[in-house]
């Protein structure tokens, strides 16, 4: 029997999340929640999603002709877990709400480790959340410095990391934030990101900083790193071609931008033009003495999606071997 | 058997219409084009589309391990038909090419009428190309006003139009192309967009200006029309509604720019998230006496994409029957 | 003796109207207002404007180290005019206490014409707001339109004109605001601007479509007018020519975009770079047949500036004629 | 008897230089150069700057009817020294004209240290450019970074150094230019600026990553820096605030981005609006272990502009003492 899945939010990350899990044998979308009838619901509709609302508004959606399956508290009785996509600062009333209803959760990486005192990626970690009630999928730009960095901790001892991480200020489907030609530091600095990938990799030396800048499509980060034993540009290229969901790619070949990066997502058929690999130039990676440069760009809306089906597939005992799950996500998205 | 069609130059148009004549049963696509070692060009090997290239760009393919079926004099060979997606100024030399080779070719809206001395549009003179050696589908800017002009046109008489073309100024994957921050004024005025729409519809009295703005995504247009007939708002809604390939949406619904229409055709699940319809908002539609008022927004990456494959069919006397073929067109395509 | 001018609001218009009084050799700046302890603050302590707060802001601004003049109602006491500089909904409490204070106030374009019965633009209608104590001076595109199409129907009378506001969507103050890539029309149309400008001329028959671009620098307009009377392309250029406030530039000089204005105001030494000027495109201007096509681009920061200048003599009955007021305003700030 | 300046070219930095020298009691500027009759060659010619242009170009300005002094030739024999702003890859033809001409000759940035030889910045360098004939003024960028590092190197040693440049993409009177919406990486790394800070400042260890982003206002750097010696947060401040050059805001008083700094530019009465000052944010500015981060942004039109003066007098021998002459030229400019 399949696990059935609901999905708390459909928005950025809740209606990948949806296409995803429907993608796999193991697992499916039992209902997702909408508060307002959006375009977005009539589209969850027509995907022949069941659309949970809230109790105060039902009204609106009947009234919008937009069908619902039910309020928020009938998808918990059909749901062993959820997936909570809700926006920041509801995610401490929604984990009572899971766990009076006897259901597992996973959390975004907004919310804090705190909320669940695990926090999870695939590569790094997959075993911590077997099991648990809940867990936490880190950020999008937290996977990224992880899928890249793991490995190469494992293989060449990481001594210090630090990154520039170059935030895009809204995403694509938003056309409200700004800037639109301004460049605006996070002055809190170290910024939380360094303590984020900890959450995940405690032993690692890491400090962050971060802008955000005038575009929709990726974050883009630079990360220097001092390696803890010898390693050329060679070794390090050779051991991401083999490092699941990381893709190298090459100016050279006409890559130079995230501009173009997007556009070999849809040259590829990724559903939403999404790019769920951590994407590294290849000729843009470069060790130097004991220290090893490189651009890494990160895809906001979609990175972290495969790792919300593995989480459940490890909170949900589904399968015990990490790299068995990620292959089998991956396969089953194209990826 | 079906129609071999050979796609030379393969960018946003050609590598779109290769996906849409794949789609199609009754043609294929026999080979594409393309003049350098690109990303794009790993992609189309991937997607399995045999890889022509120019005589002397086969060393740099073979170095970059992309796989090529041979030149392009070679692809003419296996097809019935080109469509033609080159960059302006070489259409007058491959038109020669085709002819040579004994097939037909289409044409893209940046040559001039004068080129093929017939243009198409499936709604409004399908018949006219029919049979034709060589055609032309006008550009993403006159489909996108012909698409709703000739319905009104036609049930209501236009006295007389007048467009402003807010137009993008880069497609999404170009990084090269601004301004960043800018809006440029098409000073020679009225523009060439309203001769371009009598190609299609001689008898229309249509003006023009223009703009470049910047963003990627879509051009916009607010249109005015002196309605020749009376008319209601309503009216005018419910002939778009039955309109093939325009697409009525709400800002009421969330919908309230360019940014949420490409959300939109991401969530539909269109390939590389097009948007194939003229999109024209309900609620920014509105006669006021004889005039009627309206916004629409055209995808300039993909709006053609569908009348080119109509094109064949007709210059292939295929099917003579227009709205039988926009149908199968736009049922394969899932529009 | 000077008359003596408040200012309450010291952002955007604010700031740009106490630099252009205090360039006037009958009326002076004798404070300014401000909530918040910013940067901007302090720039007015630099320049040496008396700094007016409300009275629970005090402390902070104390505790910020910038020396303040008194509260807001301090000011009314030294001034015969407020230019009310506030942002929107405030308004018709701020007329209340202007009035309760005996002194005089005048409004931005933001505000509904209904809120003081009367509205200002210097060439249309200098005179109704003579010895007036409340006026209202149009906003930045509708003092935009008044100025090219007063002189234009004065002199060829206008039956009729549409123009499509293609509007900044964010100052260049303004971090936050987006989009950062897309194009929001303004569903509800016509819009308000046609009537607006019938607030000055409410004779003329004008309508409106407007869409907010992802651009900082100015607005920009396409504009047509259908003529009463014969006129040619050189006959507009030359009115404009002699038009007070009104700037001719030409692509073929390389003014191709907001960009290059922006800059030629830079170049001009204007205070904060600020283009006074409506500017037309001598070469985006063209007379066909008996309609006028033309471009005009609105610096939205700053060309009300000289108009509430102006409205200071005619509500203070300093000047009778407008020509003479014009001239000494546009002399004093290097127009 | 004033020191006569030739500048050649007239862009974005000749501009201000133009203006700068003419602020100074002991420099003039005797004429300008332009290559085409543009709005800029109009503007020079209404500030009553002395234009010079190529034999070739003359009759285009005669027709454009703008006045002209004589050919770029002739300019050479009026001035002492010309400051070359002339674009990329004709720097060392024209160093030739000047040997011959038996004149001075400033180069910018953009031209390798090999052309000169010596490479100025007035805090680190001033002296070695005393008496030479031919000077380099290094970019904003590496500019930037040598106000802030220099004097942390003197007084607290720096053991290494990284930046990460988050680099405008074009200039604000640049419509041409992108990416709209899009971030690219500088692939070769790391960059070239780390040595050009060395042709400075030899003995310094600093590496640097560059990516390039849709905003045209000014370069933002992240910058980390290892101590030599103990150092707080309070004891880097206290340093930057007695810096000439360096200016510190804070995101308390509302400057949080780019947008902010160019605001306050505006505000202080600044010719063009321009920040001559490295802007670094004290609440983004901290020391943590033996380790410096703070963010920095650089005014790419102009930071460069006060060192240009200054190395016109350490040429020509004008001023010994490096502070006398920043301090003039400071006072000079409003700085």
Known sequence: MKVRVGINGYGTIGKRTATAINMQDDMEVVGVTKTKPTY?????????????VPDESADSFKKAGIKIAGT??????????????????VAEAYKKEYADAGIKGIFQGGEDHSLTGISFNASANYKESWGAQFSRVVSCNTTGLIRTLYPVDKYFKIQSAFATLIRRSAD????????????????????????D???IMPWINIQTMAVKVPTTLMHLHTVTVKLGTEATTEDIVALWKKTPRVKLVSGKSGIKSSAQIMELARDLGRPRGDMYEIVVWEDGTKVVGDTLYFYQA?????????????????????????????????KAMGI
């Open 40 to 52: 977005e619901a009539v589209a969850a509709n027509d995907l022949g999603l069941p659309l949970y």
């Open 298 to 330: 990160v895809h906001q809306e979609s990175d972290v999606i495969p790792e919300i089906v593995d989480c459940i597939r490890s909170m949900c005992r589904m399968e015990e071997d990490p790299l068995v799950s990620m292959e089998k996500t991956d």
């Open 172 to 195: 694509p489907s938003d056309s409200k934030n700004g800037p639109i030609n301004a460049v605006e530091p996070v002055l809190k600095i170290p910024t939380h990101h360094g303590p």
């Open 197 to 199: 990938v900890q959450s």
């Open 72 to 89: 928020i508290k009938d998808m918990y009785k059909k749901a062993d877990i959820v997936v909570d996509c809700t926006p920041g600062s």
